[in-house]
């Protein structure tokens, strides 16, 4: 496995799909309809102007992208400056295999290179395989918002979980 910094020419493709299977299979992203190439291509774009990660896993032996890991705003106002919210999204074909452990560590770290002191998580309550790994890396649970949202004719609640990093060395509020 090796880890790259993501690009929408040679991996938007790969993205794509790994977002739509979480889109279609899975309680990871609480949408309903498949991303556009269009979509990937205006994400990377906003990843890069809000100078956010897009890292990624390749596989050695075939050269396919094995998940992508990136965060960006918690939210837009500035006393938030220092908080992220994360994602990472691993290709079915390569879950199980400490591709997701290997993303978020490197994600932690780009994240006290670039002085932010909370990475926040919003997980699906169920998906226990994610929780467990956010807590194996110093993640604890912040809260949940009970049944907010609908799919696969369900209620889903989202568990948020959090981890404080030493960084800024000097936060300011301006």
Same mark, same amino acid.
């Given at each position: 496995?090796?880890?790259?910094?993501? !690009?929408?020419?040679?991996?938007? !493709?790969?993205?794509?799909?790994?977002? @739509?299977?979480?889109?279609?299979?899975?309680?990871?992203? &609480?949408? &309903?309809?498949?991303?556009?190439?269009?979509?990937?291509?205006?994400?990377?774009?906003?990843?890069?102007?809000? @100078?956010?990660?897009?890292?990624?896993?390749?596989?050695?032996?075939?050269?396919?992208?094995?998940?992508?890991?990136? &965060?960006?705003?918690?939210?837009?106002?500035?006393?938030?400056?220092?908080?992220? !919210?994360?994602?990472?999204?691993?290709?079915?074909?390569?879950?199980?295999?400490?591709?997701?452990?290997?993303?978020?560590?490197?994600?932690?770290?780009?994240?006290?290179?670039?002085?932010?002191?909370?990475?926040?998580?919003?997980?699906?309550?169920? @998906?226990?395989?994610?929780?467990?790994?956010? !807590?194996?890396?110093?993640?604890?649970?912040?809260?949940?918002?009970?049944?907010?949202?609908?799919?696969?004719?369900?209620?889903?609640?989202?568990?948020? &979980?959090?981890?404080?990093?030493?960084?800024?060395?000097?936060?300011?509020?301006?």
């Amino acid at each position: 496995m090796t880890l790259i910094d993501c !690009e929408f020419g040679p991996h938007g !493709e790969a993205v794509l799909a790994i977002f @739509n299977d979480a889109i279609l299979n899975t309680t990871a992203l &609480y949408e &309903y309809q498949p991303r556009t190439a269009a979509f990937v291509e205006n994400w990377f774009q906003a990843k890069r102007d809000g @100078n956010f990660p897009v890292i990624g896993m390749l596989d050695d032996e075939s050269g396919r992208l094995m998940g992508f890991a990136s &965060y960006g705003p918690f939210r837009p106002h500035a006393a938030y400056r220092y908080s992220v !919210e994360h994602s990472v999204y691993v290709d079915g074909d390569f879950r199980q295999r400490g591709v997701a452990r290997r993303l978020m560590t490197a994600l932690i770290e780009r994240a006290e290179a670039q002085q932010y002191h909370t990475l926040i998580g919003g997980i699906d309550a169920t @998906n226990a395989p994610s929780i467990a790994l956010h !807590e194996r890396l110093g993640f604890v649970h912040a809260g949940t918002v009970r049944q907010a949202a609908y799919k696969f004719d369900r209620w889903l609640d989202l568990a948020f &979980y959090q981890r404080i990093l030493a960084t800024p060395d000097e936060p300011r509020a301006n």
